[in-house]
């Protein structure tokens, strides 16, 4: 192994292109073990570390700027499409509503007609199974109206607990 690591290295590529190998092996393992561990600099060390605090501040800028329109903009979005999709919403829950109170309706009548009818256990659950296939298959308009009584009924009570606090604040 020679002092200088230039020589093994032209030595090394003089045998690679002669074609042989473990010469050429042999060479190559020299020059590596001649060759001293290149260590970064403290200067490259510093130069390193201030530019990673350098793109780590300028991606928590850019992250700040992106919740900053991101935030609104997703509230918008939200806002939008609750607005857009209100009616269908509602009109969702007034059949859900309608569906139950109508099934809850049919059923009670069902019952009142079969127990008076004299009918056993087994009439009264066929009679609920019917009212409960005609419900899931066509909802009526006097379900709707039944729905509707009763969102009258909820937006009535909590105007009479607003007026109440209202008086209360006269005292």
């Given amino acids: 192994m020679s002092d200088e690591p230039q020589h093994d290295w032209r030595r090394w590529a003089e ?15 020299e020059v ?7 260590l970064p ?22 992250a700040r700027r992106i ?21 269908l919403m509602m009109s969702v829950f007034s059949a859900i509503v309608v569906g139950a109170l109508d099934l809850l309706v049919r059923g009670v009548v069902k019952v009142a007609t079969t127990m008076s009818a004299g009918g056993d256990a087994w009439s009264i659950a066929a009679s609920l199974g019917r009212a409960t296939a005609a419900l899931l298959t066509s909802p009526s ?3 709707t109206i039944l729905a509707l009584q009763g969102i009258a009924v909820a937006a009535l009570i909590a105007l009479q607990r607003l007026l109440r606090s209202d008086r209360e604040s006269f005292r």
């Fill in 15 to 29: 045998a690679e292109q002669a074609g042989s190998e473990d010469e050429a092996d042999g060479l190559f393992g």
């Fill in 41 to 62: 600099s403290s200067q490259f060390t510093a130069r390193t570390m201030a530019a990673v605090a350098a793109a780590a501040a300028q991606d928590a800028r850019r």
């Fill in 141 to 143: 308009v006097t379900t």
């Fill in 32 to 38: 590596f073990r001649s060759t001293p561990p290149a």
């Fill in 67 to 87: 919740r900053s329109v991101a935030v609104p903009v997703a509230i918008a979005a939200a806002v939008l499409v609750v607005y857009s999709t209100a009616g």
